[in-house]
Structures are given as C-alpha cells and as structure tokens.
C-alpha cells in the first residue's frame, strides 16, 4: 500500500527529469559551434568558364550529427547557393579572368561559432586574398567577401 | 526524506545550468559586438575579447559614415537614420543604416518631399578581439545634389 502512494510521485519525478535533461541538451546545442565542411585545396577546374561553380568549396550542417541540406529550414543550400553567388560575382570572374585554370583554391578557417563562420580564400597568383564572412540570424545566412 | 533532498538538488543543479546557459547565451559574451542605440546614433558599447581602441575605431567609422551626410544638411535636405541590427553572432556583427532624405520641408504644413534614400550595411567581424570592418551600400535612391551635378558636367 505504501509503494502505491509513491508511483504517482515516482511518475512525476522521472518526467520533471526527462523535461530537465531535454532543456539541458537544447541549451547545449545552441551555443555548441556548427558543424562546417571545407573541401581544401578545391581545384579551380570546378569552376566553369563561363564563370559558374559546379561544387561549392563549403558545406554547413546545423549541427554536428546532421549530414546535410535539408536540415534547418534549407540554410544550408542557402548558404551554399549564396556561396556560389557570390563566387561568381566577386572571386571566380576575376579569378579566371586573371588566373586561368591553373591553380588550386585554399580555405582556411577563421572562426567559427553556433551562428557564424569567417574563413580565408587563397592561391590567386597574384596573391589576392578574400574574407568571407557568414552570419545566421534566426535561420537566414547573410554573407559578405572582402578583398 | 534523503531521496527527495538529493532528487531536489539534482533539480536546482540542473536549472542553474540551463540558467547560466540562456544567460550566456543572451549576453555580451556570445556577442561580437555590443550595440547601443539612442534612436539618433547607434554607437559600439563595448568589443567581445578587445580593448577599448577597437571600439572606438568601429565609432570613428560610424561618425563619418554620418558626417558624410552633411552634404545634405547644407542643401536644406534633412536626414533621418534608421538602425537596425540585423546579424550579431559571436565573431560578426551587421547593422543596417537606412538613411532617409527629405526635402521642401514647411514648418507649418509639416509637409515635405522625398529626397531618396540610402541603405547601407556595416559589418563587423571579430577576429579573437581584432575588429575587421566592411561598408556594403545596399541601395541609393537619392537625388543628385546640385553640386554634385555641377562637377560631373
């Protein structure tokens, strides 16, 4: 009799428990940085000549654990798709125009946080560098390239 | 009694954790930059991880981002800024400048034309407390100041 009056309590402890440590785990993954995908040392052969990139050089999962696209409502092939954008528009134009097909594209990480990631594009022969810098907010990638 | 104080404790750690984590979350900590704004300027309170030169810097560009407005002033064209933060993760930062110019204002009829406007971007990227910044100018709609005007003929 005295076990029966304590299943009700029992019930009620373990799901507090089981809100507690659901809370728990989504407050760490929020601040958790994301998972980021380079290819390093892409070819520039992947870049057409007309100027359009058939693979992008940077993949983004929301989270480590989840492996690709349709993840968090399509920001990852957002960011992606932007990516090739602005390649196009600010990196692979000139890149060609100058550089001809010869040489390899480097990405290096610069910083990289639940909701941003900044990474370095190299290899030009004439030495030009870029910055691209990525922010979410609330799901929406903005993104810019700095020369 | 002993396993309802441990199950309470067990609780109250856990809710301090969840705590401190949304207080970090909401703060400056998470933050790259840490904006104020006053309606009539929007000026960097304070840079994650940098010294106080950083801040200013971001200020500095902010104020003559503004003063280049007053070319507009001296026409009789009023400004107004609209500031909005778009974007403030832990390493970027992006704040959108809408400036809106109007022009023929009459004090008593309150009435004015527009004169354009000119959306602008700033972003900030905290690299390990060094500040890079960038202006992207969105979109220009204002009109050519006569000046202006005058020295492209």
Not at chain 1, 113 to 118: L, Q, R, T
Request: charged letters at 25%; a negative charge; proline letters at 2%.
């Amino acid at each position: 009799m005295k076990n029966k009056n304590k299943i009700p309590a029992v019930i009620l402890a373990v799901a507090v428990e089981i809100i507690l440590v659901a809370m728990l785990v989504f407050s760490v993954l929020k601040i958790m940085p994301a998972k980021w995908e380079i290819r390093e040392n892409s070819s520039v052969s992947q870049i057409n000549s007309n100027g359009t990139v058939s693979v992008a050089n940077v993949k983004y999962f929301a989270r480590p654990g989840q492996d690709s696209v349709e993840r968090k409502a399509g920001s990852p092939k957002a960011v992606n798709d932007l990516y090739m954008t602005m390649m196009n528009e600010n990196i692979s134009a000139d890149y060609i125009r100058e550089n001809g097909f010869t040489q390899n594209i480097n990405i290096k990480k610069l910083s990289a946080s639940s909701n941003d990631f900044c990474y370095e594009i190299s290899g030009a022969e004439n030495g030009a560098v870029w910055e691209v810098w990525i922010t979410f907010e609330n799901e929406t990638p903005y993104m810019t390239i700095v020369k | 009694m002993k396993k309802i104080l441990i199950f309470t404790s067990a609780v109250l750690v856990q809710l301090l954790v969840i705590l401190s984590l949304t207080v970090y979350e909401k703060s400056g900590f998470s933050k790259a930059v840490d904006w104020d704004v006053d309606g009539f300027m929007i000026t960097a309170s304070s840079v994650r991880g940098a010294d106080e030169s950083e801040t200013d810097k971001i200020n500095s560009e902010i104020k003559n981002y503004i003063d280049g407005f007053n070319k507009y002033e001296a026409e009789d064209i009023l400004c107004n800024y609209v500031y909005r933060i778009i974007s403030n993760t832990k390493n970027v930062s992006v704040v959108e400048i809408n400036t809106v110019l109007q022009h023929n204002i009459t004090e008593e009829s309150k009435q004015y034309t527009s004169a354009g406007e000119i959306c602008t971007e700033l972003w900030v990227f905290n690299d390990n407390g060094k500040i890079k910044t960038k202006w992207v100018e969105k979109s220009n709609t204002a009109e050519k100041l006569p000046s202006e005007s005058k020295s492209v003929s």
